[in-house]
């Protein structure tokens, strides 16, 4: 029996299910490198091809399981080629930030093919001062946004040592059908369990379930939130804006009103969707935001995959930006389940079963319960340097779909928090207008120019 069979988790299903291969199912990161002696992209194209051997899901396909045999599985591609994924382009002048977001937009919008590995790598030369950006893209059904952490931490932070090992037996033999059909009835049995009164494992199940509906909001149906230009169905094409921050005064701007760096975000964010519609002649008095929960705190390299779950808030948008963040970590903590994550075994297989009937397209473009999504993800605390390029910025980029017209991604970076903003620009005109009003909600003056 092989000993690494990788099943497909139903959170991995579920975003395969959500993205056709485009823009909706893309997520990644920006890294702006520094210039330094003796860099070359060459050089940096060979160490990102050493650190690949680390991440071993960077080289698997998933592969649908016979009849009977369950779930699909991730294993090794034969055919991989790594000049398939990376790849070099010169940023169009002036070779600024601004250049460099929308170069970025525009490849989040090509489709990858789904008969290889889902993630490619960009290295963006000719950026003002002298630069080298480095922007890493995988479909959301490679890893949630801990795991994508780690991967990119393994890939530009130091070689693990297993690297090596791992390259050396790749690629694994693929497992045989009667191997899938064996784990798929263990799996099967291991899950059925004692039924007994008291059995352990339905007394979890069922505590699950009661964690999960906590995160979710209760047992009552949730709100549909007023019309709005912000649930529109959304087009393939993307707009990314960036608002830098400092960390610390966030940090303490939370601390001082009861609450943490992501109630800050969310109260921001709700702020400037509220000035955002103003101009537009429109009114917000609240803001409904999705925010991923991700049921693990921590991830290696080689452990991708989705482990998430998702915390609808609904958090004010008027009145004093300090009075709204207490109240946002008011709302936070209520809502936050003992284990995070738990909501995922309650929506997961939901999204399945729209998918399998042909009805989540159509859901996604129609829902009137989220106006928003946003992440936060706590990055590296330590400078980080690549092929001896000091790593000077990691811009996040996040995801959309449906009808949602913009999310924000949150990452912390060595001091400075930056808060991407991903738009559909024909949805969205007014996206610059959107980033000064967040700028001005955290009342943080424009950070020095990234480039």
């Not at 993630?119 to 950026?127: E, I, K, N, R, Y």
């Not at 090596?164 to 263990?186: G, I, K, N, T, Y």
């Not at 009937?357 to 992440?375: E, I, K, N, P």
């Amino acid at each position: 029996m092989s000993p690494s069979l990788d099943r497909a988790s139903a959170a991995d299903l579920m975003q395969f299910a959500t993205g056709d291969g485009g823009a909706a199912g893309h997520i990644g990161a920006v890294l702006v490198l520094d210039a330094a002696p003796g860099f070359s992209v060459a050089e940096a194209r060979r160490v990102l091809g050493e650190r690949i051997g680390a991440v071993p899901r960077l080289r698997q396909r998933l592969y649908r399981a016979p009849p009977g045999c369950g779930r699909p599985y991730w294993a090794d591609d034969p055919a991989f080629d790594i000049d398939e994924h990376l790849r070099q382009v010169c940023c169009p002048p002036p070779g600024d930030e601004r250049a460099l977001l929308d170069l970025a937009a525009v490849q989040l919008g090509e489709p990858m093919p789904r008969s290889r590995p889902l993630w490619s790598a960009t290295f963006v030369t000719g950026l003002a001062g002298g630069g080298t950006g480095l922007l890493l893209l995988m479909d959301h059904v490679l890893a949630d946004g801990i795991a994508g952490l780690a991967m990119l931490g393994t890939l530009v932070g130091q070689v693990a040592q297993t690297a090596q090992a791992r390259a050396d037996r790749f690629p694994a033999p693929a497992p045989r059908a009667w191997e899938l059909a064996v784990d798929a009835w263990r799996g099967r049995l291991r899950r059925a369990g004692p039924t007994g009164p008291g059995a352990p494992r339905q007394a979890r199940g069922l505590r699950r379930i009661r964690e999960g509906i906590a995160e979710l909001g209760g047992v009552r149906p949730p709100r549909r939130r007023p019309v709005t230009s912000l649930n529109r169905p959304v087009g393939p094409r993307r707009r990314l804006d960036v608002v830098a921050v400092d960390l610390a005064a966030i940090r303490g701007l939370g601390h001082a009103h009861g609450g943490t760096v992501n109630d800050v975000v969310l109260a921001a964010v709700a702020g400037a969707l509220r000035i955002l519609l103003a101009a537009r002649g429109e009114q917000l008095g609240e803001v409904t935001i999705t925010v991923p929960v991700a049921a693990r705190r921590a991830a290696s390299g080689g452990e991708l995959g989705n482990q998430i779950g998702i915390m609808p808030v609904t958090v004010p948008a008027t009145g004093d930006f300090g009075a709204r963040v207490t109240r946002t970590a008011e709302i936070t903590r209520e809502r936050k389940s003992r284990a995070h994550g738990a909501s995922a075994a309650l929506f997961v297989p939901a999204f399945l079963l729209l998918a399998r009937t042909g009805l989540l397209h159509w859901f996604a473009s129609h829902q009137r319960v989220v106006q928003t999504f946003v992440t936060n993800l706590r990055g590296p605390e330590d400078p980080l340097t690549f092929g001896g390029a000091a790593v000077r910025a990691i811009i996040p980029i996040p995801s959309t779909t449906g009808n949602v017209t913009v999310t924000f991604a949150a990452s912390s970076y060595a001091g400075t928090l930056r808060i991407t903003i991903l738009s559909d620009p024909a949805r969205m005109p007014d996206a610059p207008a959107l980033a000064a009003a967040l700028r001005h909600e955290l009342s943080a003056p424009p950070m020095a120019p990234l480039l």
